[in-house]
Every structure is written in C-alpha cells, then in structure tokens.
C-alpha cells in the first residue's frame, strides 16, 4: 500500500510526463483495436455475399462479341439457347453436375382475393434451391415433378406473402381470419404461422391460377422474385427456345489454373454454338464464384496482413513512447534514488518501485485505449454496420460486425503490459546499479 502511494505522488507531482506515457499506451491499443474492428467489418461484409451462393457454381450470361468471326462483324448480342443447356448438360460431364437455368418474366401482378403485388417471374431448375442457398420456411421448393409437368406452382417470399394475406383489422384481434375477408386501413405485420397458411392456396398471376407450395426467406439484398418452374414460364409466356442463364454446380476443379481451363473449353463450346470467334471471351460471360471466392481469400489474407503489420507498429510507437518516457523519468529522478541508496535502500527497492510504476501505468491506460476502442467499434457497427449499397444486381452491406474479439483487446493489452514494463526493466536496472555519490552529484 505504501508503495501505491509513493507511485501516486510522483504521478501527481509529474502529471506531463505521466500523461504523455498513459496517451502513448492507450493510443497504441486503440488503434489497434479500430484497425481491426475496421478491416473486420469489411472481410465480414465480403463473406456474407460470398456465403449466399453455393462456391462451387457458376452462372453463364449471354454477351456481346467483340472481334468479328466468319464474315461476321463484332456487337451481336448473343442470347442462349436450349441446345446451350444441352450442350453443358451433355459434353461435360466429367466436371459438370446438375445443370439449371433462369428465365424471366418482368412486371406480373400476384392477387389473391382483394390484395395483390406487382413483381417479376423467375423461372428455375430445382438446383437453384441449392446453387443460391435458398432458404425455406414453409412448404417446399420446385421440385422435378413440378418441371417435368409444366404445374402452375409458385413459391413466394415472406414479404409478399404478407402483403398478400389479408390484414387483420387493428382495432380486434378477435376477428376471425378468413381468405376472403376484407382489407384493413390499417396495417399490421403478419404472424410467422399466418404465413403458411397460403401454401396450398390458389393466387391469380394475370389470367392464371398459380397454386402456392412454398413460402421462402426473403432476399437480404431486397429482390423479390417469385418462382415458378422453368418449363412453366417457357410454356406460359411462350418464351420459345431462350435460355435465360444457365446455372451449374462443378467438382474436379480445385485450382484457379484448373478452373481457367474449363472455362476456356467451355467457352468455346458456347461460342461455335453462336458462330462466336473461339477467343471471344465477351461472347458469352460466365460468373465463377469458385476462382472469385479463392481471389477473395487471397485478398482478405492480404487485408488481414497489413492490418496486424500497421496495428503492430501503432504498438510499436506506444512502446518506444514509454521507454522513452521512462529512460527520462529514471534520469529525472537519479538524484532521487541516491538518497534512497544512501540512507540504505537496497536495489531490489529502486528496481520494483520503477518496474511496478511502469506495469500500472500501462495497464491503467492500456485499459482505457481497449474500452474506447470497444466503444469505437460498437458506434461502427450501429452506424455504417448496417449501410448498403446498390451495385446494380444486388444490394450489399459494406460493413459486418466491424468488432475484434474481446480476446484480441485483451492480448494487445498484455502486449502493452509486457512491453512497458520490458520498457522500465532496462532503465531500473541502470538506476539500481549506481552508487549512491554518483546519484548524489546528478543534476
């Protein structure tokens, strides 16, 4: 206790010198934890897109040429085919699975009783449950029996199926729901179990009576699709021989070198369909989430790198900060330590009086940098946490939990810590050896 109070004067009686040391300290660490909680947020962000669709699959878009081919000049815009999916379907199976595709059919309004939506169609295999991980909550997915018989079946989002049940009248919640009741004035969020209720029930989709099977989870980019199966839009909306994209999962691909490859091959399979040139890599557009996740793993691993690197050296001038102070603070006081030598302290007392005022004041300060630090990263994630933007396909959040584990704040603390006192060992040894003359006569 007395030696608490001894460190407590001296911070009193050098309040600059004590302040300076304790900023350094908490700078350091608080950096350091906002640099990570930083670059946190966007590899999460990064991640979350990334973890939407199934990694080893790939999307193939109709494009434009752009070199001229067999008398032919370049800008044909190249839409695919059904023979494209049955040339990806059958002259690649040593590294093609399931094969599926997407169609269109943009501005359709969805009714059931008095409510109704306006939205698209979108035609789909049964992989696409798969490919684009979607997620059902109730009823099910189009399933093979669906397409091989062209059914009228739909499945909606949550979000229009509670646009399209009927809401119940505000003011009594002992109204009885039924199909065919009226629409309230005011609106009122549907229950979760409301929601299957519609499956099993018929919509009208234009002049067309759609059963609905599944409710789906709603798209966290905001788009809302409706799906019906493949076969059925071609047939409804007489849609001919357009593709629409081509969806597939791979295996046996499992390096960038490897996937260059097949893409190549595959590319030029597509092209001759089009009377292409073989090279033209506008012609057809293919999205491989495969090479693009393991691009992004290289560049989070770099991100990752030089955040340690930069937060690394923010701790580095911490420390430099505090054995500076500390070789100034042993100086300042030799004087100070010749007396207690003379009237017959030992060094053992110089050295753990210099040392534990090192280790309380870097612990002291370094616990302030790592909860404003904390906070720091807290107001990230309640503010730009949640901010999106819209790169034209989809919507993406820029920042995911923009946090450091709080095991990582406390190990940069225990860096700090150990450091700064390292940082007060080196001068406490060089106090604790002088003789007490020398210390005497020090200015």
């Known amino acids: 206790m007395e030696l608490l109070n001894e460190i407590w004067q001296t911070a009193k009686r050098n309040k600059l010198r004590t302040g300076l040391t304790g900023f350094a300290v908490a700078w350091g660490i608080f950096m350091l934890i906002v640099l990570l909680g930083a670059g946190n947020?966007?590899?999460?962000?990064?991640?979350?897109?990334?973890?939407?669709?199934?990694?080893?699959?790939?999307?193939?878009?109709?494009?434009?040429?752009?070199?001229?081919?067999?008398?032919?000049?370049?800008?044909?815009?190249?839409?695919?085919k059904d023979y494209d999916i049955e040339a990806t379907s059958h002259d690649f199976p040593e590294n093609i699975d399931a094969v599926g595709a997407q169609l269109y059919q943009w501005s359709q309004t969805v009714s059931f009783g008095q409510q109704y939506i306006s939205t698209s169609l979108q035609g789909v295999f049964p992989n696409h449950t798969k490919?684009?991980?979607?997620?059902?909550?109730?009823?099910?997915?189009?399933?093979?029996?669906?397409?091989?018989?062209?059914?009228?079946?739909?499945?909606?989002?949550?979000?229009?199926?509670?646009?399209?049940?009927?809401?119940?009248?505000?003011?009594?919640?002992?109204?009885?729901?039924?199909?065919?009741?009226?629409q309230s004035t005011g609106q009122e969020?549907?229950?979760?179990?409301?929601?299957?209720?519609?499956?099993?029930?018929?919509?009208?989709?234009?002049?067309?009576?759609?059963?609905?099977?599944?409710?789906?989870?709603?798209?966290?980019?905001?788009?809302?699709?409706?799906?019906?199966?493949?076969?059925?839009?071609?047939?409804?909306?007489?849609?001919?021989?357009?593709?629409g994209r081509?969806?597939?999962?791979?295996?046996?691909?499992?390096?960038?070198?490897?996937?260059?490859?097949?893409?190549?091959?595959?590319?030029?399979?597509?092209?001759a369909n089009h009377q292409a040139h073989p090279e033209d890599?506008?012609?057809?557009?293919?999205?491989?989430?495969?090479?693009?996740?393991?691009q992004m793993e290289t560049g989070i691993g770099i991100i990752r790198t030089a955040l340690w690197i930069v937060g690394l050296f923010t701790l580095l001038s911490g420390i430099v900060g505090v054995s500076n102070i500390m070789l100034i603070t042993v100086k300042e006081r030799t004087h100070e330590f010749g007396i207690r030598k003379a009237i017959g302290a030992k060094p053992w007392n110089i050295l753990r009086l210099i040392i534990v005022e090192s280790v309380i004041i870097t612990t002291f300060f370094?616990?302030?940098?790592?909860?404003?630090?904390?906070?720091?990263?807290?107001?990230?994630?309640?503010?730009?946490?949640?901010?999106?933007?819209?790169?034209?396909?989809?919507?993406?959040?820029?920042?995911?939990d923009p946090t450091v584990g709080l095991d990582v704040c406390f190990e940069a603390t225990m860096v700090m810590v150990i450091a700064g006192t390292i940082a007060g060992l080196i001068p406490a040894l060089k106090a604790s050896r002088i003789r007490p003359i020398e210390a005497l006569r020090a200015d």
């Open 281 to 294: 890599e506008s012609a057809v557009y293919l999205w491989n989430r495969f090479t693009q996740n393991m």
């Open 189 to 243: 969020a549907q229950p979760a179990n409301r929601l299957s209720s519609l499956v099993g029930r018929y919509v009208n989709v234009g002049p067309f009576a759609f059963r609905v099977v599944g409710i789906l989870k709603d798209d966290e980019n905001g788009r809302a699709d409706a799906i019906i199966p493949y076969t059925t839009l071609k047939s409804v909306y007489n849609k001919g021989d357009d593709a």
């Open 366 to 400: 370094g616990y302030i940098g790592m909860v404003l630090g904390v906070i720091a990263n807290e107001y990230m994630d309640a503010t730009i946490g949640h901010d999106t933007i819209d790169t034209g396909l989809f919507k993406a959040t820029m920042f995911v």
């Open 41 to 80: 947020g966007l590899i999460n962000a990064q991640l979350k897109q990334s973890d939407r669709f199934l990694s080893n699959s790939m999307v193939v878009f109709g494009g434009e040429t752009s070199k001229p081919y067999q008398g032919m000049a370049e800008g044909r815009n190249i839409s695919l």
């Open 131 to 182: 490919i684009d991980k979607v997620q059902i909550l109730h009823g099910r997915f189009i399933n093979d029996i669906d397409l091989r018989e062209k059914r009228k079946v739909i499945v909606l989002s949550s979000n229009q199926a509670k646009e399209l049940l009927p809401v119940r009248p505000a003011a009594s919640s002992s109204v009885r729901y039924t199909a065919t009741s009226s």
């Open 246 to 271: 081509i969806e597939f999962s791979f295996h046996g691909l499992p390096t960038e070198e490897a996937n260059e490859q097949f893409e190549h091959r595959y590319r030029q399979r597509l092209n």
